[in-house]
């Protein structure tokens, strides 16, 4: 018979504290008439868990690849139940608390998180977290994914959590270590899918060694991932403030020197503004072709309005709109010419000639920078195709 629900614990030696996950799990598929499976995804264990999961009718799947994401990804992957309930196999979670996942589950929500923090109804019992998780680590990821991305979860790293076998095959969850728990949150927002949250209990585990979890490696990755995946935020913002800020300065000192409170902005003013306009448009086209072409089939298409915006992107508008600002460039550049050759090829005043020079030079190279990422565009279509 096809099981309801697969519970899936990730695993690497865990001898100490699987029996007392097992057991717990056990309890709750007694109590509420549950048809279950376990699935022990062991990723490489040495201390007789794989043995210990055996022996109480838990299903090992040995994972090869190393990392958290990686042990539970082929865990989801061998599970047959309707739902799945994850959950960390070092007894920091009552398994008996999972009924509430499942119950949420069969109402309809597609991801069920636990969440152990009071303000969510959730309890951390005393040392179960230790302070900068507590205070540092998890507030500020979460805070950082829920402005990222609009995310309701109130926290994002909670170790017990459900969702649906549709819901785990649909979000294509591919990173391979800490930063899984995010991706999973990450995905189910920014696709719609229905999130509930139930209140859970941290507790103190029961490991005599060191926890895998890795504070500042696996926050960072946490922190890398989710930026990744929101070039709004990574790129769109910075390389649209640089543009703006770079098109202020040379429409202020364009003409001539500008003095500002006693300080003079004159041709460097001008070269730095330059490069601000040329990054900060080359980051705002880099980040269209990323968000069209690449993330598109991570999280989805993104709106029309932004995809609208960018349907100009090909070869033939993109040589068109290069093709005008080379000839403004070089129209530019041709007064400074005009005027070292009316000097016999000699020296020429800087004050005068420098304007024109770099902003020609500037036009020129943002109508480069315009063709080569059109066509760059037009190659990602292709290969989507």
Known sequence: MTPEVSFVLPCLNEVRTLPACLAAIDRCV?????????????????????????????????????GYGSALAAGFAAARGRYIVMGDADDSYDFEESIGLIRALRDGSDLVMGTRFPAGGGRINKGAMPWKHRYIGNPVLTGIGRLLFRSPVADFHCGLRGLTREAS?????RTT?????????????LR????????????????????????????????????????RWTLVLPGAMLLFAGLLLMAL??????????????????????????????VLLGAAAVRLHVLDREIGPARAGVQAAFAWLTPGWGLIVAGVLAALGAALIAIPVRAWLAADLG???????????????????????????????????????
């Open 169 to 173: 095959a649909g979000l294509d969850l």
């Open 177 to 189: 270590g800490m930063e899984f728990a995010s991706e999973m949150v990450v995905k189910a927002t």
């Open 30 to 66: 007694r109590a509420h008439g549950l048809a279950a499976e376990v699935v022990v995804a062991d990723n490489g264990s040495t201390d007789g868990s794989r043995e210990a999961a055996a022996a109480v009718g838990a299903r090992v799947v040995e994972v090869k690849a190393r």
């Open 347 to 385: 020296d020429l005043d800087p004050s005068h000639t420098l304007r024109p020079m770099i902003i020609g030079a500037t036009l020129i190279a943002l109508g480069g920078q315009t063709a080569f990422m059109a066509f760059l565009a037009a190659m990602l279509r292709v290969a989507r195709a």
């Open 192 to 231: 719609g899918l229905r999130i509930a949250e139930v209140p859970v209990t941290l507790r103190k585990d029961g490991r005599d060694r060191p926890p895998h979890l890795r504070s500042w490696r696996d926050g960072w990755r946490h922190l890398t991932f989710m930026l990744c995946l929101s070039p």
């Open 253 to 282: 000192v364009g003409a001539g020197p500008l003095i500002v409170g006693g300080v003079r902005l004159d041709v460097h003013t001008l070269v730095a503004a330059s490069l601000m306009v040329l990054i900060g448009y080359q």
